[in-house]
């Protein structure tokens, strides 16, 4: 039987559309919740209307709640950069704009060393033909999400973004990460 700290920890990543990332850690093995959310912007508090219109600059992200005795938050980012593409600017797919940004919003200076770290493996590696665009760069808030945004995937699976964005991506990390979930 698995030990489980009473030390949680936390990790806050963007890659596009929060409902995917959402979506793929609610099935990893050491993640106690993931909260869709905003980071990274100017004003308080925004709501989905002013995140999308691109003027808040704040990306759509997901923070993690996790147990490091279970998952490392360098495990948190390689199944990160598998799972989206960290080399397209601003978009993912069909969604583009600057919330739909790749990004690691680190919480303290060991998950610093940490990013930057995956980052350059990442880059140096064969995963990807384009470099990386991914941000690295420091937590100063996060804003939960309106409650309809929470566990998106799981409360509307038959909704045809889910289906034919979230789905091959939920196939995908089933594929490579197979060891790592619940």
């Not at 936390?10 to 990332?21: D, Q, S, Y």
């Not at 598998?82 to 704009?97: E, F, I, K, S, W």
């Not at 990442?122 to 996060?142: G, K, R, Y």
């Not at 509307?156 to 490579?176: A, D, E, S």
Request: charged residues 25%; hydrophobic residues 30%.
């Amino acid at each position: 039987m698995e030990q489980h700290s009473n030390q949680y920890e936390l990790a806050t990543i963007g890659g596009g559309c929060f409902w995917c990332i959402e979506a793929i850690y609610m099935e990893v093995r050491g993640i106690e919740s993931a909260t869709s959310g905003y980071s990274g912007g100017k004003i308080k508090n925004p709501t989905y209307r002013e995140v999308t219109s691109g003027r808040t600059g704040h990306a759509e992200v997901v923070q993690l709640k996790y147990d490091p005795d279970v998952i490392t938050y360098r495990q948190i980012l390689e199944i990160f950069f598998h799972l989206h593409d960290p080399t397209t600017l601003n978009r993912q797919g069909a969604d583009v704009g600057t919330h739909y940004r790749s990004v690691i919003f680190y919480h303290n200076a060991e998950q610093e060393k940490i990013a930057r770290e995956v980052f350059s493996e990442i880059d140096a590696s064969d995963l990807w033909d384009d470099p990386l665009v991914t941000e690295i760069t420091p937590l100063t808030a996060f804003y939960m999400a309106e409650d309809y945004h929470q566990n998106y995937f799981q409360n509307n699976p038959n909704q045809p973004y889910c289906t034919f964005v979230i789905g091959p991506k939920m196939t995908k990390l089933r594929k490579l990460f197979e060891h790592k979930l619940r």
